[in-house]
């Protein structure tokens, strides 16, 4: 019971930014249609830029964090720029195309500039856990679930309450009439690339001082964020937050008490069960792709 | 003789081989338009399934004992083209259900989860020690003498061209068929096509299946020529070089994934003795992906062919022979 306790406790800290990185990829989804296969390596960027912050330039952890985060948004907004303004009316296969093509190469680049040695990124918390009956985490996961939790309602906030989401929104729906009710479609997209690559940086800024970081770490990232969207349906939000957790609980507790070696291939029998037998995924209200 | 120099007879059969799964890629992804981005997954298990069948195992599942003795290396090829089709007979019947970027996650994932299963299986796949001494492919019977060995690079080079061959022959075969006829006719329109009474996921299924069949036959052919395979033969980074081959060279023609496959072969080549870093090749496989994408949508040989086209029907006044082909042309690219 105590090392069930246990799991349950790790596998929400980890599904806080599985969150993250699932509603990063879902909004981008939703609102361009662009599948998009830089998102592990935004999550990647993300825990070098932190590394190169806090180990190389030695700035503080939450001031490296906040800046982490700010420049995953500018990588996301230059690849926004360069890569897919020009392909908005392309078709969904193109611009995968040209996203696996950005994918490669921008995790070459790091293989290139940080050498494929992993790297480990000093945290200002203290070493001693947070003890609670038998059931005990670290103070840098509580960290990161704190954070994770406050950005997700950050950008919940943002798409519910403020104007720029209710464009986002209208986008979603309908991008002809919401271009037509004078919505900026460029600067929409802009807006949902930024965004959801910040996310993702910021999954990548969170974890990357829990684990280590290497050049391939956004492969599993990106596959795990496609697992969480598939299972909360293609573009919902709120599905790819519960997403996020349900994912995380599977390979916690697959971990635990079936084989360690397979943590990593939950997220891919979760998508197989649910191509079986929930296509559209689990909270989908509508069919979204045709 | 170029064939004397073993070095390069091994990059020209590596790339052949390369080819071969190029090409079995390019009949999903160009005559159907669904994008594999699992595909070393059946080439990995074509590679796995012939090497064990050829090497013989002994598993226990749940304590029962299951194995079986050495076998031929032509019999174990052979079993390594049927399980990798039906690996792609059940993810074509999954994935289809929703087609587009469900295939390619789904795809994807599989070869992830085969890759997982290759490294963690240890009794079975001897994990990241790999499967060594594999035998080489040998015809005949000893006992009257007449033997054909291909344990040398030039044998081995006939049977990879060989097999290319073939490969190319059943590919052209099927899609000249009725049903490569109505796989082409899914890809450029899909409701039509339905409508006209073509049973869209029956064919999809079927050529994924076919697809990952001929994926296998490439990875048993080179399981049986470098004789040892580790789970590192299921690396993304090959599938998307096949991918790369076939876009580059021209997905939907025959030719493309063979001029592409050549292309990217021979690339990694010219860069190496050119001393350049493994990365920077694969930084400038992703550039040359994303600008072929941009500024060559169809490929090398759709473009070349064109190309050839006009040059020779602006020289006689005759356009009513070149107008029907230009015009196909026209209604495909409208649509991409």
Redesign the interface.
């Known amino acids: 019971m105590d090392q069930f306790l246990q799991h349950v406790v790790n596998a929400l800290i980890l599904g806080g930014t599985y969150a993250l990185l699932g509603i990063g990829l879902t909004l981008i989804?939703g609102i361009m249609r662009v599948?998009n296969f830089t998102h592990g390596e935004l999550y990647a960027f993300g825990a070098y830029m932190m590394y190169m912050l806090v180990m190389v330039l030695g700035l503080n952890f939450f001031v490296s964090l906040g800046l982490a985060i700010v420049l995953g948004i500018l990588l996301g907004a230059a690849i926004q720029f360069i890569?897919l303004r020009?392909l908005r009316d392309a078709?969904?296969?193109?611009t995968?195309?040209?996203m696996?093509?950005?994918?490669?190469?921008?995790?070459?680049?790091e293989?290139?500039i940080w050498s494929g040695v992993a790297k480990s990124i000093d945290n200002p918390f203290p070493d001693s856990p947070l003890v609670i009956g038998a059931v005990s985490a670290s103070w840098t996961r509580i960290f990161v679930l704190i954070v994770a939790l406050a950005l997700i309602a950050g950008s919940y906030a943002l798409i519910n309450r403020t104007k720029l989401g209710k464009a986002m929104r209208a986008t979603f729906q309908d991008r002809e009439t919401a271009a037509l009710m004078g919505v900026n479609i460029n600067a929409i997209h802009m807006a949902t690339f930024a965004l959801g690559s910040g996310l993702a940086a910021a999954a990548g800024a969170l974890l990357g001082p829990v684990f280590v970081v290497y050049p391939t770490m956004g492969?599993l990232a990106s596959?795990k964020a496609?697992?969480i969207v598939?299972l909360g349906g293609?573009g919902n939000i709120a599905g790819a937050t519960i997403g996020g957790f349900i994912l995380a609980f599977m390979e916690e507790l697959g971990a635990g008490y079936i084989?360690s070696?397979?943590r990593?291939?939950m997220?891919?029998?979760l998508?197989?069960v649910i191509?079986?037998f929930k296509?559209?995924g689990l909270f989908a209200r509508k069919e979204r792709?045709? | 003789m170029w064939l004397k120099d073993f070095y390069v007879l091994h990059v020209l059969i590596t790339t052949g081989i390369f080819i071969i799964a190029a090409m079995s890629l390019n009949l999903l992804l160009g005559y159907t338009?669904q994008?594999s981005?699992g595909h070393v997954a059946f080439f990995g298990i074509g590679a796995y399934v012939s090497s064990l069948v050829s090497l013989g195992f002994e598993i226990n599942v749940a304590g029962i004992p299951i194995g079986i003795t050495p076998k031929p290396v032509w019999f174990a090829m052979l079993w390594a083209v049927v399980v990798a089709g039906l690996f792609g007979w059940i993810i074509g019947r999954?994935?289809f259900?929703?087609r587009?970027?469900?295939f390619?996650?789904?795809t994807?994932?599989?070869a992830?989860?085969v890759r997982?299963?290759a490294?963690?299986w240890v009794e079975l796949t001897q994990g990241p020690m790999a499967l060594n001494n594999i035998p080489h492919l040998q015809l005949g019977d000893p006992a009257t003498g007449w033997v054909v060995s291909f344990l040398r690079k030039p044998q081995s080079y006939y049977l990879m061209l060989v097999f290319a061959i073939v490969t190319y022959i059943v590919i052209a075969r099927l899609v000249d068929s009725r049903a490569g006829r109505a796989m082409i006719a899914l890809r450029e329109n899909e409701p039509l096509a339905t409508s006209v009474g073509i049973d869209v996921t029956r064919y999809l299924v079927l050529a994924t299946a076919v697809s990952a069949g001929i994926a296998g036959a490439a990875g048993a052919l080179y399981a049986h020529y470098i004789r040892i395979v580790d789970p590192d033969v299921f690396l993304?980074?090959y599938t998307?070089t096949m991918?790369i081959m076939v876009?580059t060279g021209g997905k939907g023609t025959l030719a493309g994934p063979i001029v592409g496959g050549a292309l990217f072969g021979l690339f990694p080549e010219v860069l190496r003795s050119m001393s350049v870093?493994p990365?920077?090749q694969?930084?400038v496989?992703?550039?040359?992906?994303?600008l072929v994408?941009?500024f060559l949508?169809e490929g090398i040989v759709p473009a070349v062919s064109r190309w050839w086209r006009s040059y020779f029907a602006s020289s006689p006044p005759d356009i009513g022979v070149a107008a029907p082909a230009g015009e196909g042309m026209e209604t495909r690219r409208g649509r991409?």
């Open positions: 989804f599948v890569l020009k078709d969904i296969d193109t995968m195309l040209v696996i093509g950005a994918w490669i190469t921008l995790q070459n680049t293989q290139l492969d596959l496609f697992a598939i293609l084989s070696g397979y990593d291939a997220g891919f029998l998508i197989i191509l079986l296509p559209t792709i045709g | 338009g994008l981005l999954i994935s259900k929703v587009g970027a469900y390619v996650i789904v994807v994932s599989f992830e989860v997982l299963v490294l963690n993304f980074i998307v991918v876009i870093q990365e920077v694969w930084i496989y992703g550039i040359l992906m994303i994408v941009y949508p991409s």
